[in-house]
DNA sequence: GGGCTTACTGTCAATATGACAGTAAGCCTA
DNA sequence: TAGGCTTACTGTCATATTGACAGTAAGCCC
């Protein structure tokens, strides 16, 4: 390690959030569109630099979550996902990201205008696609985050954190198939999903409505960790993790 | 966000590494008594500043590796552990740091002596121990390392890079044995670990000494995902993941 | 050749999974 | 109020995987 005159490069930091939540069955992001250059126009994913010296990572994380999508810290989903540091990743200098992500209930159509009113949710895989072109390394940032959902599916009660406080097996079932692309059998799954222990516990003799018969509810439970895991029908998605 | 006079606030960049391998049958960790203040004495993860303006994350990761442990590039597992960046994780100002958990193949018995020659390895469970404190949060980063690795071993081929270029099945269950805490049973563990194609391939018709009968080499196969997973008995851990 | 050590090969019961079919309970319409 | 429609559940059976356990194989040492 180098002595005393030297001084260690400095950069900045930002953060950046993958907010996933699951709208008319679909996996959705929540993507901004830039006001500012670079990538004036350009949708991005939410983020932004340190608000001061002292602020705490996961604080930052959850300010900006506040401030672009109207999102408190409670019944939200988040956990860190990755640093980004690619030197020519920003042309303002060297801006290093630390990624979070960030799994939101069901929300309501609208999106919340608290700040950035110019926030939409839109389908990952158009979000994706060839041609809206995320900002940055953004579009590497955001398959890595649905990359990292699709694996804790597997292993963790993840998916209750795309529902709201109360849902039922059928929902429950719809965040697996949407995150994983992929159908479901719904007896087997009810099979699997109440053998769990712990995974959803019955809230209340309670019911709701749709078309045919009523459905039990259901809550999160105190098991995070299922085991075994859920399994996974071949995806569409095989790759080695980070 | 600030429109024009604002100016983000800048941090130090660290890089620390989580090394991790296999000697005596236990879990080791790399280890640096650090020479300078601040910690001066105690001991740390290698890791260190970023070189240069533009030095990418895992070239700075493997510089560590290199200059810190004398491991090359090759024959060694690397990827992303998380950051940290706690406001006031390092006394001399805003360091945020980018961890990296690298695992590397048995070495020989002394530590190589490219660099920091004050680097030693240690057992995980002495280095968590309460007497040894770790400077900064490394402890904290040391047990993220510890539960990524364990996590990895269900599901991917990382056990192999505790291994040398060819290795028994018996090397290879030592591997599981270590990381997990566990005992595992040699006959399931055969059958399992054979069962999963591309997982290890023969390697040569060859054989090894030790006491008795010898027994074949392996390779690591093509398989980088085990599936269905290797199932860990009831750890001594059980933590929800980051 | 006997005894020791480590390496492997098999068997069987318990468990989890995948594939299907049938019943239950609402609402709607006639 | 009796279908008929829709969604919610409950069961069954063949198959795959796991966990537990015992026996054979192949070296070395004496």
New interface residues.
Partial sequence: ?PDDRWV??????AVDLVILTLRQSRLQVLLIQR??EPYRGALALPG??????????SAAAHRELSEEAGLGPDELHL??L??Y???ERDPRG?V?S?AYLAVAPRLPEPVPGTDASRACWMPVTQALAGESNLAFDHAEILTDGIHRARE?LE??ALATAFCGPTFTISELQDVYEAVWGVTLDARNFYRKVQSVDGFIVAAGPTRKNVGGRPARLFRPGPR??LH??M?RPQGPT?Q???
Same sequence: chains 1, 2.
């Fill in positions: 390690m260690p490069p400095t950069v900045l930091l006001g500012i932004g630099f340190l608000s001061h010296d002292k602020e705490d990572l956990e860190q990755g640093f540091g690619a030197p060297r290093v630390a804790k292993r963790s995070t960790i075994p895991p399994s095989s080695e993790a980070t």
